[in-house]
C-alpha cells in the first residue's frame, strides 16, 4: 500500500452519517481499554508502548507523548498519599480550542469520529488514577458542543464512562468546557488558568502540568489530532505506526490543511515527511490553471514562511524538516499584496496577546503601528531595523511561545521579501 494512501484518522469518516458507538465498537473500538481493565496489559505496557511509537505532539509543540504520559504517570503515583479522599490524584485535559483563523482539524475529527479521541481520554485517565476529565473546546464550536454532549451521553449509557465501569471500580466522568475562543489559551497553563476561572495566561514553568497543573495537580493536556491516534498504535502497535510516515524523525500520518489557489481546497490526511510539492500536487490536484506561488505560510497564522525553493524539503517535527505546526498551509500568489497580509497577522496577534509581558504586549502592538504605516506605502529603511529589534526582543524575551509565533510572519517577510516592504 502506497504510503500517500493510508488513513488511520479519517478512514471511517462518512460524507453521507456520522459515525456511531456501535460503528466503531463493531470496527474494534474501545478493544485496549478492555485489554486494560481485564489485566492483559498494564499501564507501563502502554505507556511503553506509546514511547516506542514516537507520536509526537499535534498542536504544533511536537513533544513526546509518551514521556509526557510517563512523567504524569510517575507524578500522579507518589501524589496519592497527599491526596484528599474527596478529591482525585490527577486530571486529564483534551486541548480543542484551536483558536487560529484557517485551522479546523480537531473539531472536524470531532464533529466526524469521536470515539477514538475519547477513548484515549479514558485510558489516560485510568492510568493517572484521574476521576474527572476535561475537553476544552473553542466557544464558536457550538455544533461540535451539542454532539460531544450526545456522544458522551451515550457512552456513558453504554457502560464505558460513569460509575464504576465495566463493573470495575473505575469511574470516571468527563466535562465539556467551552472556552471565549482565545488564541493563547491554546497553551496548556493558560487553558489551565481557564478551566480555574483565571486570567487565561501562561503560567511560570517549572512546576510543569505533569507535576502541578489543574488544582495543583498531576495533569495531562493532549491535543485533539494527538489522542486520536492512541487507539491506532495501541492495537496495530508502535512499529507500524512508525512506518507510516516518510520520515526518520516524525511518525504517523497528520492532518493537512490547503488553502490557496489549489483545485482540492481543504483537509487532507498525509504522511509526515511529505513535502510541500507532494502536497499540492498528490492530495491539491495541483495549482489552479496559470497561478504561481510567492510562498507558503506553514503551521497557520504563526507559522513559517517557506520559499518555492524549499518545497521539496519534509514537513514534520525533526531538526531537519520544516516545522509543520498545526498543519495548516496557505499557499499565498505571485500578486498577492503583501501589505494585507502583514495587517492581517498583526491585526490578529495585538488582539490576541494577552498581556501579561511587555515584549509581547508592546511588541504586537508597535508591529500593528508598522503594518498600518506600510499599507499607506513602503517603510523607510530605518523602520526595518526597527521591525528587526522588535522580532529580536519579542522571540527572546517574551514569556511564552506567543511571542515568537507572532513574529514569525514578519520575520519570514524581513528574510525574503524586503524589497516588497522597504524603499
Known amino acids: 500500500?502506497?504510503?500517500?494512501?493510508?488513513?488511520?484518522?479519517?478512514?471511517?469518516?462518512?460524507?453521507?452519517?456520522?459515525?456511531?458507538?456501535?460503528?466503531?465498537?463493531?470496527?474494534?473500538?474501545?478493544?485496549?481499554?478492555?485489554?486494560?481493565?481485564?489485566?492483559?496489559?498494564?499501564s507501563e505496557d502502554i505507556i511503553e508502548e506509546l514511547e516506542e511509537s514516537g507520536l509526537q505532539g499535534r498542536g504544533g509543540s511536537g513533544f513526546s507523548l509518551g514521556k509526557k504520559w510517563r512523567a504524569a504517570y510517575e507524578y500522579s503515583k507518589s501524589a496519592k498519599k497527599y491526596s484528599f479522599p474527596a478529591r482525585s490524584h490527577a486530571y486529564f485535559i483534551c486541548n480543542a480550542d484551536e483558536s487560529e483563523p484557517g485551522t479546523y482539524k480537531d473539531r472536524s475529527i470531532l464533529e466526524n469520529n469521536p470515539y477514538p479521541v475519547l477513548e484515549a481520554i479514558i485510558i489516560g485517565s485510568w492510568i493517572l488514577g484521574a476521576k474527572e476529565a476535561f475537553i476544552y473546546l473553542n466557544g464558536g464550536y457550538k455544533e461540535t458542543a451539542s454532539r460531544l454532549k450526545n456522544v458522551i451521553n451515550e457512552i456513558r449509557k453504554a457502560g464505558w464512562l460513569g460509575k464504576n465501569i465495566q463493573g470495575t471500580d473505575f469511574?470516571?466522568?468527563?466535562?465539556?468546557?467551552?472556552?471565549?475562543?482565545?488564541?493563547?489559551?491554546?497553551?496548556?497553563?493558560a487553558l489551565i488558568n481557564s478551566i480555574e476561572g483565571k486570567r487565561g495566561e501562561p503560567r511560570l514553568r517549572p512546576p510543569y502540568p505533569v507535576e502541578s497543573g489543574l488544582f495543583g495537580r498531576p495533569t495531562v493536556v493532549n491535543n485533539v489530532e494527538t489522542l486520536v491516534n492512541v487507539p491506532f498504535i495501541l492495537e496495530e502497535g508502535a512499529s507500524k505506526f512508525r512506518t507510516l510516515s516518510k520520515s526518520e524523525e516524525s511518525f504517523g500520518t497528520k492532518i493537512f490543511l490547503l488553502n490557496g489557489p489549489i483545485k482540492n481546497l481543504g483537509l487532507h490526511e498525509a504522511p509526515l515527511g511529505i513535502s510541500i510539492n507532494e502536497l499540492i500536487?498528490?492530495?491539491?490536484?495541483?495549482?489552479?490553471?496559470?497561478?504561481?506561488?510567492?510562498?507558503?505560510?506553514?503551521?497557520?497564522?504563526?507559522?513559517?514562511?517557506?520559499?518555492?525553493?524549499?518545497?521539496?524539503?519534509?514537513?514534520?517535527?525533526?531538526?531537519?524538516?520544516?516545522?509543520?505546526?498545526?498543519?495548516?498551509?496557505?499557499?499565498?500568489?505571485?500578486?498577492?499584496?503583501?501589505?494585507?497580509?502583514?495587517?492581517?497577522?498583526?491585526?490578529?496577534?495585538?488582539?490576541?496577546?494577552?498581556?501579561?509581558?511587555?515584549?509581547?504586549?508592546?511588541?504586537?502592538?508597535?508591529?500593528?503601528?508598522?503594518?498600518?504605516?506600510?499599507?499607506?506605502?513602503?517603510?523607510?529603511?530605518?523602520?526595518?531595523?526597527?521591525?528587526?529589534?522588535?522580532?529580536?526582543?519579542?522571540?527572546?524575551?517574551?514569556f511564552c511561545a506567543f511571542g515568537s509565533f507572532a513574529v514569525k510572519g514578519w520575520k519570514g517577510v524581513v528574510e525574503n521579501l524586503t524589497n516588497e516592504i522597504i524603499e
Open 171 to 189: 469511574s470516571l466522568r468527563i466535562k465539556i468546557f467551552e472556552g471565549a475562543g482565545s488564541y493563547v489559551c491554546g497553551e496548556e497553563t
Open 281 to 398: 500536487k498528490e492530495y491539491g490536484g495541483g495549482l489552479e490553471k496559470d497561478k504561481k506561488i510567492k510562498f507558503a505560510q506553514v503551521g497557520g497564522s504563526g507559522g513559517s514562511i517557506v520559499m518555492p525553493s524549499d518545497f521539496d524539503k519534509p514537513l514534520g517535527f525533526g531538526q531537519d524538516e520544516i516545522a509543520v505546526g498545526s498543519g495548516a498551509i496557505l499557499l499565498v500568489e505571485e500578486n498577492v499584496e503583501i501589505h494585507k497580509l502583514i495587517s492581517a497577522w498583526s491585526h490578529f496577534f495585538r488582539r490576541e496577546s494577552c498581556g501579561q509581558c511587555v515584549p509581547c504586549r508592546e511588541g504586537t502592538y508597535q508591529l500593528s503601528l508598522l503594518a498600518q504605516k506600510l499599507k499607506n506605502g513602503k517603510l523607510k529603511e530605518g523602520e526595518l531595523e526597527k521591525i528587526k529589534d522588535i522580532i529580536f526582543t519579542m522571540e527572546r524575551a517574551s
Open 1 to 42: 500500500m502506497e504510503n500517500k494512501k493510508i488513513k488511520i484518522i479519517t478512514e471511517n469518516w462518512s460524507a453521507d452519517k456520522k459515525n456511531t458507538l456501535a460503528d466503531y465498537l463493531e470496527k474494534g473500538g474501545f478493544s485496549s481499554f478492555k485489554k486494560m481493565i481485564s489485566k492483559e496489559v498494564t
